[in-house]
C-alpha cells in the first residue's frame, strides 16, 4: 500500500468528510492516525500519533490528511477518505498498524502486554475508504 500527499479527490460518495484543524508533532506525517492529547486550543485539537502498543494513546480520533506546516494539520474524523492511500483491496477492513498507519493486517496479539486492535474503517475502492472508527479491542499477552 502506498500512501499519497495529496488529500481529498475522489468519487465522493458515502457520508461527508469531517475535517479539523490540528497542532500536531513535526513528526506526524500525512496518513497517521491520531489521537488527542489535550484540550482544545481556539480552532485546534492537540493530537499525536496513535501507537497501539501504549493503551493511554488510544482510541484514534481520525487521520492526518494534510500538514499546512511541520506542527499544523487537517485531520479527518469520518467520511470518505481518496487519496491518502493507494493499492487498497475494496471490501477489505482497515485497523491501526503498528507504525500508526492503516493496514488492510488485523494486528496481531503482543508477545508481553497489551495491544489494541483498531478498526478504521472499509476500504471501497483502490485508493478511497470510508472512515468510520470503531472501538478499541484490547489484546493481552
Do not use: W
Amino acid at each position: 500500500m502506498r500512501i499519497n500527499a495529496t488529500p481529498f479527490g475522489g468519487s465522493g460518495g458515502g457520508t461527508a468528510q469531517t475535517l479539523v484543524h490540528a497542532n500536531c508533532l513535526a513528526t506526524d506525517i500525512v496518513g497517521d492516525s491520531v489521537y488527542v492529547t489535550g484540550a482544545k486550543i481556539g480552532i485546534y485539537y492537540q493530537v499525536a500519533k496513535v501507537n497501539i502498543n501504549n493503551l493511554t494513546q488510544i482510541p484514534p480520533f481520525g487521520i492526518i490528511v494534510a500538514k499546512a506546516s511541520a506542527q499544523v494539520c487537517t485531520v479527518q474524523t469520518g467520511g470518505a477518505v481518496a487519496g491518502i492511500y493507494t493499492g487498497l483491496t475494496p471490501q477489505k477492513e482497515l485497523f491501526v498498524g503498528t507504525d500508526g498507519q492503516l493496514t488492510e493486517t488485523i494486528p496481531t496479539p503482543p508477545l508481553t502486554g497489551k495491544r489494541a486492535s483498531q478498526l478504521m474503517g472499509l476500504v471501497t475502492s483502490t485508493d478511497e475508504f470510508q472512515l468510520s472508527i470503531g472501538l478499541p479491542i484490547i489484546m493481552v499477552a
